[in-house]
């Protein structure tokens, strides 16, 4: 007669196997598909054999540690799993391994690019301290913008406003990026304006409104792209956040530091003038700061008593919406619609779970815009 111990040693085995049975390694051609951490949950999702849907709610609970705080820390994997439900443990587990295919793919032994850091990475949760390397956070938002030295130094010069500076050097940097893994005569196809960059990044050149827009609507599609790289650098709009958060830094505080000496926060998030930028993660900075910044940005150069400066030159030729358009006001969170796309067509994900996130994300977009525009007809 089987004793109680091997009937739960026997049936645990049996529940381990018929959960695993329905996942399934994606093959090497799938594999190319799932380019981004992100493809690669909404792959295992699918196959996960399950009804079950990890919304993007639900994965910010299980990522952060107080996912309605300013100033909230991401966990470690072992902290996510503790948290997480047998059918999201073994989704993320079928994600993970999916993830290492892909990395396979490329070339690179299996963990060689951990699927959690990179979903992180892709997610935004990930901020710019630094433990143990006092005020090296103040140099890191810089390296993590990869923005180049004149570049960033010229723009600073030129264009007034922190965050729209932001917006015109990493345009131009982007535009330079193109120019160097493409062919001159493939440029101008690919929206690379010449004149406009060099209108900008030249000492003793001045722009114009038909540089400005150029530039403006290279941003735009670049944001619009999404733009997790494998083994790259940030996505584009945390690329641009960090350069803004830059410049910020570089006009300084008034009354005091608002950082540590590791960039962590001294003030709560309640302190709106007080943010310490490092310790926001990038999709904070994103959702949070940057907007307000454009807001700043706008009233500080609209309310000025001094003669017509470049500044307020700048505004009389975009307008105030052109301030902030190029955002993609709702930066997609967790499943974008574009990802969902290029899965559908390689016919990875049903075509009706495209069209549910795309109306989705239309809806959020629709509705950050209205934000947008009304706090700037209260100024």
């Given at each position: 007669m089987m004793n109680k111990y091997k009937l739960f040693v026997v049936c645990t085995c049996l529940c381990s196997v018929i959960s695993n049975a329905s996942a399934r390694e994606p093959t090497f051609s799938e594999?190319?598909?799932?380019?981004?951490?992100?493809?690669?949950?909404?792959?295992?999702?699918?196959?996960?054999?399950?009804?079950?849907?990890?919304?993007?709610?639900?994965?910010?609970?299980?990522?952060?540690?107080?996912?309605?705080?300013?100033?909230?820390?991401?966990?470690?994997?072992?902290?996510?799993?503790?948290?997480?439900?047998?059918?999201?443990?073994?989704?993320?587990?079928?994600?993970?391994?999916a993830w290492d295919v892909f990395v396979m793919t490329q070339n690179h032994p299996?963990?060689?690019?951990?699927?959690?850091?990179?979903?992180?990475k892709q997610l935004g949760y990930e901020k710019a301290t630094?433990?143990?390397?006092?005020?090296?956070?103040?140099?890191?938002?810089?390296?993590?913008?990869?923005v180049d030295d004149d570049i960033y130094n010229i723009v600073k010069d030129k264009i007034p406003g922190i965050a729209m500076r932001a917006k015109y050097a990493m345009a131009a940097q982007l535009m330079r990026e193109q120019q160097q893994l493409i062919p001159e005569n493939q440029w101008f196809i690919?929206?690379?304006?010449?004149?406009?960059?060099?209108?900008?990044?030249?000492?003793?050149?001045?722009?114009?409104?038909?540089?400005?827009?150029?530039?403006?609507?290279?941003?735009s599609f670049q944001l619009s792209q999404g733009n997790y790289q494998f083994k790259g650098k940030l996505p584009t709009a945390f690329r641009l956040v960090r350069l803004?958060?830059?410049?910020?830094?570089?006009?300084?505080?008034?009354?005091?530091?608002?950082?540590?000496?590791e960039g962590t926060h001294i003030y709560d998030q309640s302190y709106v003038d007080r943010f310490c930028l490092s310790d926001m993660s990038n999709k904070q900075l994103y959702d949070r700061w940057f907007p307000r910044q454009l807001k700043i940005d706008h009233q500080r150069l609209k309310r000025s008593n001094q003669k017509p400066t470049f500044g307020q030159k700048l505004l009389e030729l975009?307008?105030?919406?052109?301030?902030?358009?190029?955002?993609?006001?709702?930066?997609?969170d967790f499943?974008?619609?574009?990802?969902?796309?290029?899965?559908?067509?390689?016919?990875?994900?049903?075509?009706?779970?495209?069209?549910?996130?795309?109306?989705?994300?239309?809806?959020?977009e629709a509705l950050a815009a209205e934000e947008y525009q009304g706090q700037f007809c209260r100024l």
């Amino acid at each position: 007669m089987m004793n109680k111990y091997k009937l739960f040693v026997v049936c645990t085995c049996l529940c381990s196997v018929i959960s695993n049975a329905s996942a399934r390694e994606p093959t090497f051609s799938e594999a190319k598909q799932l380019n981004s951490p992100v493809k690669a949950l909404r792959w295992a999702i699918k196959h996960s054999g399950n009804q079950h849907n990890l919304t993007d709610t639900r994965l910010k609970n299980l990522l952060l540690v107080e996912p309605n705080k300013l100033y909230s820390s991401a966990r470690d994997y072992s902290a996510v799993t503790q948290l997480a439900t047998n059918q999201e443990k073994q989704i993320l587990s079928s994600a993970e391994s999916a993830w290492d295919v892909f990395v396979m793919t490329q070339n690179h032994p299996p963990g060689t690019y951990p699927f959690f850091a990179e979903l992180k990475k892709q997610l935004g949760y990930e901020k710019a301290t630094s433990p143990g390397a006092p005020d090296k956070f103040i140099s890191l938002q810089r390296e993590l913008a990869g923005v180049d030295d004149d570049i960033y130094n010229i723009v600073k010069d030129k264009i007034p406003g922190i965050a729209m500076r932001a917006k015109y050097a990493m345009a131009a940097q982007l535009m330079r990026e193109q120019q160097q893994l493409i062919p001159e005569n493939q440029w101008f196809i690919n929206g690379i304006d010449t004149t406009a960059l060099a209108n900008l990044t030249t000492n003793g050149k001045t722009i114009n409104a038909e540089d400005l827009h150029s530039l403006n609507d290279y941003l735009s599609f670049q944001l619009s792209q999404g733009n997790y790289q494998f083994k790259g650098k940030l996505p584009t709009a945390f690329r641009l956040v960090r350069l803004a958060a830059a410049y910020r830094n570089d006009a300084g505080f008034l009354f005091g530091a608002v950082c540590t000496k590791e960039g962590t926060h001294i003030y709560d998030q309640s302190y709106v003038d007080r943010f310490c930028l490092s310790d926001m993660s990038n999709k904070q900075l994103y959702d949070r700061w940057f907007p307000r910044q454009l807001k700043i940005d706008h009233q500080r150069l609209k309310r000025s008593n001094q003669k017509p400066t470049f500044g307020q030159k700048l505004l009389e030729l975009v307008g105030v919406f052109f301030a902030i358009d190029g955002l993609g006001a709702a930066f997609l969170d967790f499943f974008e619609a574009a990802e969902a796309t290029e899965l559908s067509e390689a016919g990875l994900l049903e075509q009706e779970e495209v069209t549910a996130l795309e109306s989705e994300a239309a809806s959020e977009e629709a509705l950050a815009a209205e934000e947008y525009q009304g706090q700037f007809c209260r100024l």
